[in-house]
């Protein structure tokens, strides 16, 4: 497919910069992990495992689109299986935070916890019935979908870590003395 050999470097960029960031995270998270011992199970759960996710989703996009399709019906059929499943997953989550104890959810961390993984899932569930009619405008959709999952994926990570490192280790270091 023509539509789609024109977007091979675009996702070569986001694939690749998904799956180098995926294996950042787990090196981050085990250095954290050697951190004094925290009630962070459950806030786990709401804010780190989505954010490897995403970042997954992204990953298995770019692949996708990067795969040499005869037509875009399989491709879009796929993109939207994959969009559906993170909708339920972004619903999943948003339940995850209301219950967790650890930490408050903040505006912010709706947004980019809840509010914007959900949109970026639901198109590309529309985007799937669309491509069948206007394939051309759907995959810039799709590619915007990948753009943010991965954006929604950094700031997630690097707010966690962020997070981790500025305030607990505060507050561990305040419980040591």
């Known amino acids: 497919m023509s539509e789609l050999t ?15 960031l995926i294996g950042l995270q787990f090196v981050v998270m085990t250095l954290i992990a050697e951190m004094p ?7 786990g759960a709401a804010f ?21 399709w005869q037509a875009i019906t399989l491709a879009a059929a796929l993109w939207g299986l994959l969009g559906l499943s993170g ?5 999943i989550i948003t339940r995850r935070m209301r219950v967790q104890t650890a930490y408050r959810p903040l505006f912010e961390d709706w947004l980019f916890h809840a509010v914007l993984p959900l949109a970026a899932y639901a198109l590309l569930v529309i985007l799937a019935f669309a491509a069948l009619y206007s394939t051309r405008e759907a995959l810039f959709g799709v590619g915007a979908a990948a753009l943010l999952l991965l954006f929604i994926s950094i700031h997630n990570a690097w707010d966690s870590i962020a997070y981790l490192v500025y305030v607990k280790k505060q507050d561990s270091d305040r419980d040591r003395r």
């Not at 024109?6 to 180098?20: D, L």
């Not at 925290?38 to 806030?43: G, I, K, N, V």
């Not at 989505?50 to 996708?64: M, N």
């Open 48 to 68: 780190a495992t989505p954010t490897i996710v995403h970042f997954g989703s992204a990953l298995l996009l770019s692949a996708l689109l990067s795969a040499p």
């Open 87 to 91: 909708a339920v997953y972004a619903m």
């Open 37 to 43: 011992p925290l009630r962070l199970a459950e806030a």
């Open 6 to 20: 024109e977007w091979e470097s675009f996702y070569v960029i986001v694939g690749s910069s998904a799956g180098a």
